[in-house]
């Protein structure tokens, strides 16, 4: 066992010494699972023959009993846990979710009943913050200092707003240009809490965006061309796949081509070519363009023209418009180098 697992250790023995009833250590121990799994205040209740309103009450009335020891530094241990734990969340950007304070303060991952103990010492520290699990925020732990419970669930609401508002995912830089914080860190470690959000490559959006948090293979080859910013071969989205965070090994070519075909968000504009139909490509053929060129200029262009137009929307040689220019069905050579519909 290493320092820093023996200063929680302690910390928790002794805090848990104080308590002079052994049914009211029992419900502490049962409750923030030091022992064992963490329970509920029914199977408390049932296993003590008391309420579940008893033993919320006596949970509340012990916890309180022992915030209030530690303030009068009545817990030695504790002291000296809290000074660890302070330490590391200074590094982690002022809070963190209780497992990656834990994999920081154990260098690893941290076992169930040392989470139980971490969340415990938060739970009785006036120096710490601890905010539990729940629909919208992940279990956390942060220096009571810089806010309280309610100070930091606002802290994480306002980001993921600011997110929600921007309508697209935002990098940290850009985070810390909109909001008032004294390091990117801090604004890292509050959204890191929050179960709406999502990152890659340190971009921050809803978890809902497949920009940040790629769910299928189709995700993952938008990501990997909006990444890229200009069109890639299918065999380039599949190597860069492979050797990304988001590698799969079972990937290939072939499964990317297919993919890439279904999707209405990629569009083919060359042998094996693709882009994004966000960046202004439209689906079709080398016809289809020039038809749609002539409905917009609604005049006779040139063929210079056409293929300008053609060459900016697909990677294709020249010689390929000329030749989809030689359907006399739809189109109609009004002298040496203009055409029209026909």
Known sequence: MDQNQKTINQAVIDSVNLIEQSREREIIARRFGLKEKRETLEEIGEFLSITRERVRQLEKAITIRLRLAAEDNDIPALVSAEKLIVRNLTE?????????????????????EEL????????????????????SYYSAIGIAEYGDEKKLKER?????????????????????????????????????????????NDNWGLISWPSVNPKNIRDKIYVVLEDNGKPM????????????????????????????IKDERFILIGRGIYALKSWGYEPGTVKDIIIRTMKAENAPLTREQIVKAVLKARNVKETTVLLSLQDKKTFKKLDKNSYTLA
């Open 156 to 200: 994480i609401d306002e980001i993921v707003k600011l997110i929600r508002s921007n309508k697209k995912p935002m990098s940290i830089s850009e985070l810390d240009n909109a909001l008032n914080y004294e390091h990117p860190d801090h604004i890292r470690a509050i959204a890191s809490i929050s179960k709406s959000l999502s990152s890659l």
């Open 233 to 260: 071969h299918f065999k380039e989205i599949a190597n860069s796949i492979r050797a990304s965070k988001l590698r799969r090994s079972n990937v290939t070519e072939q499964a990317i081509h297919n993919e890439l």
């Open 92 to 112: 982690l950007g002022r809070v963190a979710t209780v497992e990656k304070l834990g994999e920081k303060i154990f260098d690893r991952p941290a076992k169930r």
């Open 116 to 135: 139980a103990s971490l969340i415990f010492i938060a739970s009785i520290s006036s120096t710490l913050t601890y905010l539990s699990d729940s629909d």
